[in-house]
């Protein structure tokens, strides 16, 4: 019984320590993505790749100058969840409607040709859906993907209607 006592106190204090080491939050980490057309946008992460609406909200021009994101201009930014649960992590979809076409940078064809945020990479159980729908939408998918990645485990490499890479990995039985 002694023996039994000191492991589950072990494990109770092992646990509390290695939780303890860090200071981020369980899905501790929200993208964002400004888009040109936020329409388009949400029909390739919610209809295509599965996503789920998790709201929104708008940031008028005095609040944002104030953030310092945008230079005074308002957005609006609409959220994505990857899980139907308050504890998902989340993608934004951020819009601008005064912002001129020109003002955006080029898309670019390779992640090396520009620094900062180039794709996103998504966990997923499984391709089959994703692939059927992006077929079905005519989005194709890049170079010679889906690549084999493991027994069932495949890697496809998409691009949202802005040009942002979208690596998605599961399982496939294409």
């Not at 919610?46 to 994101?69: C, H, P, T, Y």
Request: hydrophobic content about 45%; glycine content about 6%; aromatic content about 10%.
């Amino acid at each position: 019984m002694r023996k039994f006592f000191f492991l589950c106190f072990f494990l109770l204090t092992t646990g509390l320590v290695l939780n303890a080491q860090t200071n981020f939050k369980k899905n501790a980490l929200t993208a964002a993505i400004v888009v040109s057309d936020e329409a388009k946008a949400l029909h390739f992460y919610r209809d295509i790749l599965g996503m789920q609406e998790a709201g929104g909200f708008v940031i008028d021009s005095v609040f944002a100058k104030n953030l310092g994101l945008s230079k005074g201009k308002s957005f609006k930014v609409a959220l994505l969840s990857f899980l139907d649960t308050p504890e998902s992590s989340q993608l934004k979809i951020v819009s601008f409607t005064e912002v001129l076409k020109q003002e955006a940078a080029a898309v670019y064809d390779a992640v090396q040709e520009q620094f900062g945020l180039q794709y996103l990479t998504l966990q997923v159980h499984s391709l089959d859906p994703i692939m059927a729908r992006a077929k079905k939408e005519g989005v194709q998918p890049q170079a010679a993907t889906p690549l084999k990645l493991d027994d069932h485990v495949y890697l496809v490499l998409l691009r949202d209607p802005d040009g942002t890479f979208v690596e998605v990995i599961g399982d496939y039985s294409g």
